[in-house]
Nanobody, 121 residues
Framework: VQLVESGGGLVQPGGSLRLSCAAS????????MTWCRQAPGKERELVAS????????NYADSVKGRFTISRDNAKNTVYLQMTSLKPEDTAVYYC???????????????WGQGTQVTVSS
């Protein structure tokens, strides 16, 4: 099983980034996919999730209206479009897969290695 994130980097406040996560080694269409993040000194938190078929999405209040999660099941890839970025969005961003729709973050099945997003002027 592999989840490989890409697209992180340094961006100025107000800027945009698009993260990608390529999945392999499991049946992608059977899993809900999530993006989580962890800032220094803070716990890992769920940012956004998308159902296995892609029809239902959820967002943390802190990113609603600014971030959009999507998936391409033909490419086994999940995306996170981030706009109007703020310094407090700085964190390592991880994609994760969960077989159970009700799984909590500590119960997610597979994790990527993470990609750093830094929002700074």
């Amino acid at each position: 099983v592999q989840l490989v994130e890409s697209g992180g980097g340094l961006v100025q406040p107000g800027g945009s980034l698009r993260l990608s996560c390529a999945a392999s080694g499991f049946t992608f269409t059977s899993y809900a996919m999530t993006w989580c993040r962890q800032a220094p000194g803070k716990e890992r938190e769920l940012v956004a999730s998308i159902a296995s078929a892609g029809g239902s999405t959820n967002y943390a209040d802190s990113v609603k209206g600014r971030f959009t999660i999507s998936r391409d099941n033909a490419k086994n890839t999940v995306y996170l479009q981030m706009t109007s970025l703020k310094p407090e969005d700085t964190a390592v961003y991880y994609c994760a897969a969960k077989r159970s729709p009700i799984a909590s973050i500590d119960q997610y099945d597979y994790w990527g290695q993470g990609t750093q997003v830094t929002v700074s002027s």
